[in-house]
């Protein structure tokens, strides 16, 4: 199995802020790298797919880069609706894994 | 618009059966490139892969579940059915079951609300 490696594990930012969260998977998976939300009681919505492609709707302050084994999620202007946990998952051999999630708080 | 709903018993006991339905509207199990998975999470805990059918009947399995697991796809009724044998305390979780579409590359773009089972005797 891929291993998928999120940090940090939790974060506290402020509304307006500029974070960013990294994914390293433990063997090269090209472009096959996707991130969820996931706010408290929900399903997942899925944010980025392709390590870098917003799905739609999604607003642009969500962006993603990287490619091979190490990628970033970076959430320009941080809203209220942000505060959330965010798993990144890779889709380039099953199983599909996903990170173990990184619970954005409010500082 | 593409929707998929989770449907089940809330509650089993250890050494039963789990049957899990996801029905779904928006899309077909005939159309080449098109998936449904199941995914889970334990309470407080991360999202974890279970299982995965595409429209050509390929059938992928979590290795660490693989023995206790079946998938299928009933094309006429849209759903997939997702069967776990020997059902421990440890299955206690939500499971969802979601769209993909590409083989991967465009990951799981609509998900169900999920639905929740407890394994207690």
């Known amino acids: 199995d891929i291993q998928m490696t999120q940090s940090p594990s939790s974060l506290s930012a402020s509304v307006g802020d500029r974070v960013t969260i990294t994914c390293r998977a433990s063997q090269s998976i090209s472009s096959y790298l996707n991130w969820y939300q996931q706010r408290p009681g929900k399903a997942p919505q899925l944010l980025i797919y392709a390590a870098s492609s917003l799905q739609s709707g999604v607003p642009s302050r969500f962006s993603g880069s990287g490619s091979g084994t190490d990628f970033t999620l970076t959430i320009s202007c941080l809203q209220p609706e942000d505060f959330a946990s965010y798993y990144c998952?890779?889709?380039?051999?099953?199983?599909?894994?996903f990170g173990q999630g990184t619970k954005l708080e409010i500082k | 618009q593409i929707t998929l709903k989770e449907s089940g018993p809330m509650q089993v006991k250890p050494t039963q059966t789990l049957t899990l339905t996801c029905s779904f509207s928006g899309f077909s199990l005939i159309t080449s490139g098109v998936g449904v998975a199941w995914i889970r999470q334990p309470p407080g805990k991360a999202l974890e892969w279970v299982a995965l059918?595409?429209?050509?009947?390929?059938?992928r399995y979590s290795p660490s579940l693989k023995s206790r697991l079946s998938i299928t796809k009933d094309t006429s009724k849209n759903q997939v059915v997702l069967t776990m044998a020997n059902m421990d305390p440890a299955d206690t979780a939500t499971y969802y079951c979601?769209?993909?579409?590409?083989?991967?590359?465009?990951?799981?773009?609509?998900w169900g609300q999920g639905t929740t089972v407890t394994v207690s005797s």
């Open positions: 979601a769209h993909m579409y590409g083989s991967g590359l465009y990951g799981m773009d609509v």
């Open positions: 998952q890779q889709s380039d051999n099953t199983p599909y894994t």
């Open positions: 059918i595409h429209s050509n009947d390929d059938k």
